[in-house]
């Protein structure tokens, strides 16, 4: 694993979120491992990293254990997932894309199963109806005791019934209309950001117009959220050039580490005040996002980075905006709320621009590749497969 930079003169809050991820990993595995127990490694790691580690994993002796939403590297690291699910756990002896098949095909055949019982316990009660009623109308014992024998029947099947499985809720989200912004969207014309020791972006131009779906790829530390803070004029490293935001422009902004401007405030308070919604609102939209009852009342310093996403999705959906800036959001999100985020998105059509290490993602949404190197910006059309075969 290749640092490229001397960190240790800089502060861990100032690193980049793959720095802090680097250096996370770097711990792990300088000790030499018999067992590897990972969670979500790849998080905030640039591709050249992910490659790597999943290289180092292949070649690792030992078992690993890994949690992760990362699709691709699911599907190569695994051999074996064991899937929970409504708190209860399940073994398959495969990879993720096996694992989603087989699981399908036993919902499927869970289903059929439960069904078909369903229909025979209907049946067996119009029976044992019928001859109850039978028996007592005509005063027949042996009637009556067929009634009794299939009430048997009918409670011994239901003592170990097949359980209806469950069907996991989807959650509808779609971004409220808006009014499309103006034909240029964000220009930046020589634009220069330095830090302390290094200069991160070096005298950079670029051109966003209304409708582009924009990939930003890079390596950790190669200023893409450098850029994304200086057009939202966040960070505060000092910067020479120009940055123009075109004037119906509305920005949604999901920042790559989430945080609340007060800990300590709760869930249901914080999302009425952001989302400009009335108690019965705000609980309505925050329970399709699976914060039911008590949830709301958790403190928002408390919640886990996919939660923190969740929150911050919700409000972006109540705000009329044309413009989306994600910065790297599919990290800590499991692949259900990604499947929610990828259907928003899917269903929106003003100006995406966003961060990703997620190679699943980038394929599904990149219409446009900014390559950050060396300080420098390169631009590839097309998506994360056009971009590998044309940066060969
Ligand atoms: N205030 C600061 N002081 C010193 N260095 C900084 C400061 N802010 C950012 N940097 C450095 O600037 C570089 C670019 O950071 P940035 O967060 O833009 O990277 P990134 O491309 O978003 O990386 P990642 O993929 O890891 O998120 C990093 O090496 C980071 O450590
Ligand atoms: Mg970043």
Do not use: C
Not at 37 to 65: C, M, Q
Not at 147 to 152: D, I
């Amino acid at each position: 694993m290749n640092i490229d930079r001397n960190l240790l003169n800089i502060s861990y809050n100032d690193l980049s979120g793959g720095e802090k991820t680097l250096i996370q990993l770097a711990k792990a595995l300088l000790i030499k491992p018999d067992l590897l127990l990972l969670d979500e490694p790849t998080n905030h790691l640039d591709i050249a990293r992910i490659e790597w580690l999943e290289d180092y994993i292949k070649s690792f002796k030992g078992a690993s254990v890994i949690v992760s939403h990362d699709r691709y590297f699911l599907d190569k690291m695994s051999n074996k997932i064991l899937d929970i699910d409504n708190g209860e756990a399940k073994v398959y002896e495969t990879n993720y894309s096996g694992f989603l098949k087989e699981k399908q095909a036993n919902f499927e055949k869970q289903m059929a199963n439960y069904k078909s019982q369903q229909d025979l316990i209907k049946k067996l009660e119009a029976e044992k109806k019928y001859f109850a009623e039978r028996g007592m109308a005509t005063n027949s014992s042996t009637l009556t005791a067929r009634a009794h024998v299939l009430q048997n029947r009918i409670d011994r099947i239901k003592e170990n019934a097949i359980k209806r499985p469950k069907v996991r809720k989807q959650i509808n989200a779609e971004f409220e209309e808006q009014r499309k912004s103006s034909k240029r969207v964000i220009t930046v014309e020589n634009l220069t950001v330095t830090a302390p020791d290094k200069v991160i972006l070096n005298n950079i131009n670029m051109d966003i117009v209304s409708g582009e779906r924009v990939a930003f790829l890079g390596k950790n530390g190669s200023g893409k959220t450098t850029l994304i803070k200086a057009i939202l004029q966040e960070r505060q490293l000092p910067l020479q050039g120009k940055i123009e935001i075109g004037p119906s422009v509305k920005i949604g902004y999901l920042p790559q580490i989430i945080s609340f401007p007060n800990d300590n405030q709760e869930l249901l308070e914080y999302f009425e005040g952001e989302a400009g919604l009335n108690e019965l609102d705000a609980r309505r939209v925050l329970a399709k996002f699976e914060f039911y009852q008590l949830d709301v009342m958790k403190r928002v310093g408390k919640l886990s980075g996919g939660e923190r996403m969740k929150v911050k999705l919700a409000i972006l959906l109540q705000q009329k905006i044309n413009t989306l800036i994600f910065d790297e959001p599919t990290n800590h999100i499991d692949i259900p709320t990604k499947e929610v985020l990828e259907n928003a998105i899917e269903d929106f059509d003003g100006t995406l621009i966003f961060v990703s290490h997620d190679r699943y993602f980038i394929n599904q949404f990149a219409e446009k590749i900014i390559e950050f190197k060396d300080g420098k910006l390169k631009t590839y059309l097309g998506n994360y497969d056009d971009y590998k075969e044309k940066s060969k």
